[in-house]
């Protein structure tokens, strides 16, 4: 099936794709500070989780425990942020955020919280390449 | 079956008992603010959505649905604000939040902006009637 939805310009500058999850893009949130995953449904119009059918909220729901699986496995994470908000971007994207004590935001919000510290090439390349490893061991 | 779980003494200062749903309690933020509702899922020491049952997540992403439509059956919402947070209170607790363009704390998150403002006594009671009868509408 093609993807009718175009991703959002904030979100597609924000943001890198990691992988195609079975409802949503699968993307890392450009900021250094915080291992900041965010599902993007690929549906064209998409604002409200609520208002989705009930098999796209369950497959939402699969990519969002897949994400945080993800993030453990990743990095240390005291706790899972779990956010859905769209008051500035409408398009629907749910935030899948790694907490660790004493984060620069702790205990706080990491949304709306001072400044994106965006990744080099490099460290961006490298983040993303891990990120696609331990997803494809999560498959297996 | 009895309730094994203790409600976080955070939770029961800040909130208002309004029902109780399959999996959780339904409540009300003390915060006259935001229409603001948060589910507390009668499990005793769940602390990530990720952690729970797949049964359990889809009796909350059933309530959280039930939550949102009764904030727009109870007056103007705009978005729809879904957060799972719990970093001061590791009790899981899941937010649900109708956002007004041009609200206190718009477009940024509600969790940790400003101080709450809570109910008299009298309002607190007209809007836990109130939020009670229409979810009892939503029910049938």
Redesign the interface.
Known sequence: MPDAFDLDARLASDSHFVADGPLSQLRLIDDTRFPWLVLVPRLAGA????DLPGDA??LL?AE??QA??LLRASGRCD??????????V?QLHVHVVA?VEGDSA????V??WGSMQRFGNEARDARLAELREKLSWERT
Do not use: D, M, V
């Not at 604002?47 to 609520?50: A, I, Q, T």
């Not at 706790?79 to 500035?88: C, D, E, Q, R, V």
């Open positions: 604002s409200e989780w609520l909220q369950r729901l969002i425990n945080g699986r706790k899972i942020n779990i956010g859905a908000l769209g008051n500035i409408r907490r702790w205990p706080g919000p949304w709306g």
